[in-house]
């Protein structure tokens, strides 16, 4: 029988959840249409902590190590905001109301955000939602580290969601993981599904009206496609080597959501046939992906199909009124070496995605590269396709 892991004094946890890439389908996704995204090798990791019972340090606390943040809050002052927090009989997850948002918006007010950081408010905010409702009024720290580029595409809002919602999940009842063993540890089926689950609430806060992909691919890894909230594994059997260009242009995926949203009601024909030929392009997309590696395509043939398929998204995402002069001038830049890219999440800046075929020479990559950076745009050669959120016991004792 497993070793349960119990809250202690000096004990700290320490989760991590990754980023994502999504290959076809964004915005297309939170209009019913068949997306197809992987996991990517870079991670927002969550570390918790319990104050010692000397201490009597009744706060809650969140760092935020990358920005040299900290925010902080009296946990009599949460109770007086949020006077039902630890009232959940279960752990199903349960939707910030109207009430608690406000609430909320008042407790992350008063901790005078930077200006020049204030996107940080609607993370903050997720963080008091999943905090309290998972873990009430009890004092704790909360470290929270990424290497994602926050609000460029690759997903770091989800990430920050299920690797905070997995840390604090860790002292439940719902998680059984033996805390004898040491390294990055899964979580079984049932414990990422609720991780999934309230990492979506934690998205709703963030982004408004999110598709649930970010936090799905950020909890199982590998890759997924998704649809109107349905998962299918996928296996590919081409390699998908991709180039990441960081424009470094900010940008608020609530509000290009929105904007698309707004399209769609004064547009709502011709928006259907965008959407209907991006559900298209994921299906032909996941076919291809996974046709058994020794069929009637060759590798190269099937990066063809591919290339094609990612022209054809961007085009149908310019449709939809998310792109970019950046974007446009990293499309121009890889088109000149015969690459297809396409812009990767919610788009109006953020990244771009370059297929590297197979059998492109490491020169010819290096010089696209170089040439992109000589725009200042920011270049990252990561891997895909990787396990999803993990934790890590006795991290220190
Ligand atoms: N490590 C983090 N710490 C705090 N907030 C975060 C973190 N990562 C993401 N967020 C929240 O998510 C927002 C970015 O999410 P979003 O606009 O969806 O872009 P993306 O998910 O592509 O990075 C940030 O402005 C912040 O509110
Ligand atoms: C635009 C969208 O399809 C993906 C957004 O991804 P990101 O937050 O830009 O990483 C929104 C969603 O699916 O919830
Ligand atoms: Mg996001």
Redesign the pocket.
Known sequence: MHEMFRETQDMEIKTRAP?KIILSGEHAVVHGSTAVAASLDLF?YVSLSFPPHSDNDNTLKLQ?K??SLEFSWPISRIKEALPKSGSLTSLAPVSCSVESSKSIAALVEEQNIPEAKV??????S??LWLYTSIRGLKPATVV???E?????????????CVALTAALLAFTDSVSLDVSLRGWLSFGEKELELINKWAFEGEKI??GKPSGI?NTVSTYGHMISFKSGKLTHMKSTVPLKMLITNTKVG????ALVTGVSERTLKHPDAMAFVFSAVDSISKELTTIIQSPAPDNLSVTEKEEKIEHLIDMNQGLLQCMGVCHATIETVLRTTVKYKLASKLT??GGG?CVLTLLPTLLSRIIIDKVISELESSKFQCFLTGIGGKGVEICFGVSS
């Open positions: 980023g927002t935020l990358d920005m996107g940080l408010a609607s993370g903050v997720a963080f929270v580290t990424s994602l580029p926050l609000g460029s595409g690759l997903g770091s809002s989800a990430a920050f963030i982004h970010d940008r608020n995926t609530k999440g919610a953020g």
